[in-house]
Structures are given as C-alpha cells and as structure tokens.
Nanobody
Framework: QVQLVESGGGLVQPGGSLRLSCAAS????????MGWYRQALGKQREWVAI???????NYADFVKGRFTISRDFAKNTVYLQMNSLKPEDTAVYSC????????WGQGTQVTVSS
C-alpha cells in the first residue's frame, strides 16, 4: 500500500507555471508507474503524464512540450512541472501509483485564469 499527497496547486495567470508535487508514504523506487491525471468540472478524468519504474515518460498530446513529469527517490516524490498554462488546463490534478493495485491521492486544484 501507499498513501499519496498532492500539493502545489493554485491560481495562476495564462502563460504562467506551477509545479505539483506528489509525496508518497513509502519508497517509490519499486512502484511500477506513477502518473498524473486531471478532472475538470463536469468532465471525465483524463490522463496527463506517466513515469515508469525504468524512467520512461509519456505525455498526453495536449500537454506535450509544456508539462514535465519527474521524480526524486530521496524524497519519495513525483513532480509535474507545468509551463505555458492555459485556461483549459484548469482542473483537479491527482497523482496515481500503479503497484499491486491502483492508488490515488486526494487531488490539488489548479486554476488558470486572468
């Protein structure tokens, strides 16, 4: 099992940046994959980015070139650096861990607005 706690959300202007953090309650070294998802109001949850145990990363087309997923084993934390934010990026962003089971954090709100 693992508990995940996201942080770093907030209000930012279009074109701005935020860095989200997902702190895990245990070592993330052997977790198969960790990812970020988002859910906008009234919409279904959608996948944003993933980092696999070997370090490979993948991104949804709508964030490629703007978002970067990374991890810090010493801090048991996965990050999502979000640049060039757009109003359509507004959503609750949640962290996911794929192990012997699927684990979720509580989410952090990101609002992009002028």
């Amino acid at each position: 099992q693992v508990q995940l706690v996201e942080s770093g959300g907030g209000l930012v202007q279009p074109g701005g940046s935020l860095r989200l953090s997902c702190a895990a309650s245990r070592s993330i070294f052997n977790i198969d994959a960790m990812g970020w998802y988002r859910q906008a109001l009234g919409k279904q949850r959608e996948w944003v980015a993933i980092i696999r145990s070997g370090g490979a990363t993948n991104y949804a087309d709508f964030v490629k070139g703007r978002f970067t997923i990374s991890r810090d084993f010493a801090k048991n934390t996965v990050y999502l650096q979000m640049n060039s934010l757009k109003p359509e990026d507004t959503a609750v962003y949640s962290c996911n861990a794929q192990m012997a089971g699927n684990y979720w954090g509580q989410g952090t709100q990101v609002t992009v607005s002028s």
